[in-house]
Antibody, heavy 121, light 107 residues
Framework: QVQLQESGPGLVKPSQTLSLTCTVS??????????WSWIRQPAGKGLEWIGRIYTSGSTNYNPSLKSRVTISVDTSKNQFSLKLSSVTAADTAVYYC?????????????WGQGTLVTVSS | SYVLTQPPSVSVAPGKTARITCGGN??????VHWYQQKPGQAPVLVIY???DRPSGIPERFSGSNSGNTATLTISRVEAGDEADYYC??????????FGGGTKLTVL
């Protein structure tokens, strides 16, 4: 059974770049026709999709974040990563990674447990 | 951009039926997926393709979708069903869209 685990710094300074990694276990990130997504949730608020990547390197990003987001994949490590540049307090959130069945099965399952990233000086 | 509208809260007594709606323009033409999120936990998929249940999800959870409204129905509600519920669709212009979420309170 596939499991996902986010990792990375819990505190990032304003204007710097947020970097997170999602490690996939229980299966190969390259198996099947799955994409891999990042989703975030500010405290007490709803879910916001950030973007997705396929193991070929093909990406799609949320237009509202596209100018600041880069998602990459390392199939040798069974990992994919998120970089969000020029962060502000508004980027403080729990960040989740999830398997994305795009385009045919366009739901998210499973999800990682999430990691809280706080943007503060 | 495509917008999904959910009621902020729904309350139901134990053993009764809870219905959580998700409104969107012609949402009946899209596939709707639902997630349950308990406090401090990651979301869990409970319904996909409008009405299908992943393995391990109780039959008490069901879904429907028609016109401008999709509905998540939870029958014989239990205290453990208390959570936030989110609907989600894919839209050709907006890509992934989540509803704002509904807090289900079991009285």
């Amino acid at each position: 059974q596939v499991q996902l685990q986010e990792s990375g710094p819990g505190l990032v300074k304003p204007s710097q770049t947020l970097s997170l990694t999602c490690t996939v276990s229980g299966g190969s990130i390259s198996s099947g026709s799955y994409y891999w997504s990042w989703i975030r949730q500010p405290a007490g608020k709803g879910l916001e999709w950030i973007g997705r990547i396929y193991t070929s390197g093909s990406t799609n990003y949320n237009p509202s974040l596209k100018s600041r987001v880069t998602i990459s994949v390392d199939t040798s490590k069974n990992q994919f990563s998120l970089k969000l540049s020029s962060v502000t307090a508004a980027d403080t959130a729990v960040y989740y990674c999830a398997r994305d069945g795009f385009p045919a099965e366009n739901w998210f399952d499973p999800w990682g447990q999430g990691t809280l990233v706080t943007v503060s000086s | 951009s495509y917008v999904l509208t959910q009621p902020p809260s729904v309350s139901v007594a134990p053993g009764k039926t809870a219905r959580i709606t998700c409104g969107g323009n012609n949402i009946g033409s899209k596939s709707v997926h639902w997630y349950q999120q308990k406090p401090g936990q990651a979301p869990v998929l409970v319904i996909y393709y409008d009405s299908d249940r992943p393995s391990g999800i109780p039959e008490r959870f069901s879904g429907s979708n028609s016109g401008n409204t999709a509905t998540l129905t939870i029958s014989r509600v239990e205290a453990g069903d208390e959570a936030d519920y989110y609907c989600q669709v894919w839209d050709s212009s907006s890509d992934v869209v989540f509803g704002g979420g509904t807090k289900l309170t079991v009285l």
